[in-house]
């Protein structure tokens, strides 16, 4: 039977849902000042990642303790939200309810359900206040994110609990029975409280009612005011995400330059696309992206949440004056912590920009590109694709970048090479060892079964020289057909589209991929990872496409298929410690084949792994252009990774990239260690009979 | 202030040069030119002469061949305001001839400033510059390797074997610049797209007769491969009487 | 019977070792073409006529002095007039040293005159009416011979291209009045400050030595800069390793990330030869390398390479350098 009550009820439920409604318009239209950007592609895979990362809480658990205790929280949200659909609807009509349509024996697994999450998530709510305030755990600090938001949230949550069970339990002490067995705690906490009369019950049961039911609606509605926004974004932030794709899924963002615009790259949030602005709204502060920076880990400025929770408080900044939001006092405060909050005018808000006054360029430049922070957001957020944008910005439109890279653009454009050797030294290190050029073939009539693209560090560097001979090596000794490009090879771009440089990328590009389809080049096989990713996953963007296999698949290929004539003897009892390469490992998912190819290659080595090892490997230091610039502040990031790679006991690191190599030979070598630094390759040509 | 900077296409000076067949140039297959180096300092030094100033003109002038424009648009793309082409067949070793043709086109221009490299990569001639002063009747500062300019005054520095000439003049004046005057920017998107639409004028280059003439290229002796000379200190004599008599640099 | 013009460049009083080169330069070019007088004019402060017989010692017939106070700096628009001026009395060619100041001197001349200049010289020689030269373009990459027409040749020779050879004269000396006033120029001297205070800057170090880890400690750097001293135009770098140590500052480091240099000659002393170094002074004319380690990389681009203790050979090296330069 409807009564006043009710209506009141419906009154309130109806202001809070429009109140609310009001607010997720504003946020909508905020999010529209981004760019537009087509994300409908792939449904079932993006549904499938839905499933795994937001439902199964995949990436959470990565950290066991938190993850559990979050997906204690999140599971029991969901369960819950059915329980307050029911709530609210019975708030209006009174005697609504589930069991109307549902099977017994279903209603009561719901009902038991209920209890036994609100139960679950009390729980985890008590271990998230120690941790929060005993633990202190260091990612939850820094970049001036709010401790006093986390607390009201997890009160909230704990409040809405208890009036829920309370509330519950009084009902059953007033009027016994009309609460059902199956909500189990209730009825224990009713057990306790019997004692209470029922005229008192009854009230107090009355006004936990309203309390729950006004403590959901203000919850409702303080999301948009607090990172907890998450709640309502985060699947929808998992579904339209593209982080969770490896190989050319993750290729830089492609870039038209024929466009006539003012600005080149992402100075602002309206430069930013919808998905960005989206990454803003759902970033939960967790600080896990941060705590796997190898930048921030060695003390740079850069921090991967603070570039997420900048772009969104600037959006809460310009969002209002560009959409002309004249409901003042609906404006979203999640600027609370910004510097600039309060006290700018509105022309002073339009002057400033994302840019310099929320990012500066510092920051910007200290990133490797190595994808931890990516592969670490429990939300999918894409912290690399905002730096990427940023960076395209400063070089194209501002053409502001640590002026020691300047050398290694103008010789890019007048070398093909990022450092100033001369391009007629490209295939020196092939003299004497017969290595058949393209040219030489083609004039032949013919045509190698793949084309070996050594790089410029395979071509220059004198260490990895020795990389590009081993291989050569065991492609020889394999009987493999290859032929290089000799001195029509020349840089493809990558380092330059790494440090923003999107023309010079689109450049030299080109002008490989038109060598490499005048020789009508199908299959390419590359010593270094930044070749394989470049050519293999960001070639297509601009019509290039080729099968392009890392040297460390190919030879196990070739170790698995027998062909590689190894010795007899037992070779070396080496203990070996295999730094994972970021491009191949997580942009492409390679992991286990250089490890099987040392493993068939030397069966008597042991293999031991680095604590931070795999998709959680820690960078070398020298992706994302920083090997072309200086590192200025904090421990150097390749001193902090061969650290941790010697306290493995190993006498040896293998790598399977020239950068890495570079990097752990310096590391090694500025703490006077002895271990050496071998690249598969080597180990394997060292093993030929 | 009105600012005029003399530029010159060279080859990158990283490349490996071979002789041209008929033996008077070099073969130009596979080469990148580029604005010469110096001459890149010199714009650069004329740009932000202009940006801490207050605003004025910066031009660009260059004696060549077609291929030339893709230098003078490269020199705009930095910022330079508009470029003139004074057409050749090709940018001759007659130093003096270049000064005269540059000379007849600065002539009427009021200049404040004309800077130049100290040299080009190619002929490594220092002619150029000097020689056009000369002709044009200014005061000029030879290879400066800091250059001030405020009130219509200058103060340069020029580096004489050892020492550091610090010399003051009035404008206008011609300068020739040196390295450690201005690192060249580097030209944005922005800046490139720009440089498209702005003006170049074409004329042909008063060159009158040309007396210094190329009459032959060779590549010196084959650098020989490094070798190790000795061990420890009794090989120092043999590496000094190497230094001079052999690589001749004492 | 060509007569040639040498310009005898002096530096705070004294005949600089390029001004015996030209002379010499203008002797062989006379004597190789049957005969003819080398007259050599010096601009000084009083004083000057006093170099006569030294430039007679090397071949000079006829030794002009131009004396006037303002010449104790480089006076350059009265000391170009002077010269062109008496350039106009018969002459085949006009020499200059290329210094400095010379190619400033060789180019108003030149264009005082209208007459053809051809810099940086390396060799001399009379072809029939007209005159050929040898010059090392492109960085000395590429030696260029050209032809210089016309009845006046005016041309710079380059510094230790030729070597001063004793030919012994009796020079007549000649006063020459400045053919305009050394106190009126338009460019004017404040300063000329020398060496020591004015660090050599590494892109204009005609001589670069350099150090690297294979010095094991800050203070060893002190046997670097006593050769760069040794040299006396020499400026001092630095490795990447050393700067990242804190061992030199970071305006001292040659390499990929660093300064790229192209000098004279290069002294790597302990430096190993890593590519990102290497970017930076390949180029460079000659390159010394001192290391312990024979197969370092960095003797691949050596051209002279010594394998040892470099605490032991640089200390050597240092004072075998101080010897031979005696008397520059």
Redesign the interface.
Known sequence: MVNAENVVFLVVLLAAAGFFSLNVRRLVRYMQIGHAEPRWDRPFARAWNVLRVGIAQAKIMREPVAGAMHATIFWGFMVLTAGTAEFLLAGVFPSFSFAQFLPRPIYALYETSQDAFAVFVLGAIAFAYFRRLVLHPKRLDGDNISHADAYLILGMIAALMVTLLLSAALLEVARPGRVGEPHFASRVIATALSAVPASVAWLAHRILWWTHALLVLAFLNYLPYSKHLHVVTSLINVYFSNTSRKGEGAAMRSMNLEADVEQFGASDVEHLSWKNLLDGYSCTECGRCTAACPANITGKLLSPRKIVVNARQRLMQKGPLVTNDRLEFLRPKLARADAFAASRTPAQVLEHRLLDHYITDEELWACTSCRACVTECPVSIDQLDVINEMRRFLVLTESRFPPEVQPAFESLEKNGSPWAFSSSDRAKWADGMNVPLMADLAARGERPDVLFWVGCMGSFDDRAKKTTVAFARILQSCGIRFAILGQEEHCHGDPARRLGNEYLYQMLAKGTIETLDRYGVLTIVTSCPHCFHQMGNEFPQLGGRYEVIHHSTYIERLLQEGRVPLSSDEGKRLTVAYHDSCYLGRYNDVYDAPRETLRRALPVMTLVEPARTKDRGLCCGAGGGRMFMEERTGKRINAERVEELLATGADTIAVACPFCMTMMNDGAKARDSSVSVVDIAEVVAGRLA | MKIAVCIKRTPDSESRFKVAAGGSGIDEAGLKFDIDDFASYAVEAALQINEKQGPGETIVIAVGPDAIQETLRKAMSMGVDRAVHLKAEAAPFDGIAIAKALAAELKSGGFDLILFGKHAFDTGAGIVGTATAELLGLPCITAASKLEIAGGKGTARREIEGAGEMVEFSLPAVVTVDEGIARPRYPSLKGIMAAKKKPMEIKPAQLGPLRVTVKAMELPAERPPGRIIGQGAAAVPQLVKLLQNEAKVL | MPNVLVFAETRAAGLRKVALEAVTAARAFVDSAGGGEVHALVAGPAGAASHAATLGKYGADVVLTCEHAGFA??A??AT?ATLAERAKKGYRAVFVP????G??L???V???L???????VTSIAAAGDAI?VK????????????????PLAVISIRP?AFTPAEKPKSPRGESVAPAADPGAE??????????AK?K??L??A??IVAGG?GLKAAEHFKLVEDLAAAF??AAVGATR?VTDDGWRP?SDQIG???R?VSP??YVAIGIS????H??GM??S?????INKD?EA?I???????????AF??V???TA??LE??KGH
């Open positions: 700096r480089y350059r628009e170009a290329f210094s400095a100041n190619r400033d060789a180019a108003r030149a264009a005082r209208d007459a053809p200049l051809a810099s940086d050929t010059h090392p373009g492109y960085a000395n990459k590429v030696i260029i011979e050209l032809t210089i027409a016309g230790s338009r460019v004017v001297v404040k300063d000329v400050v020398e060496g004015g050599l800057d892109g204009e005609p001589v880890r006396g135009n390793a970071h990929q990330t660093g790229q004279q000659l030869g890593a590519i990102q290497l970017a390949r180029t004319r000659t390159i010394v390398a024979p990389p003797f691949k681009v050596a051209d002279y390479g010594i394998v040892g203790d032991e050979i200390p050597a090296l075998a350098i031979a330069r």
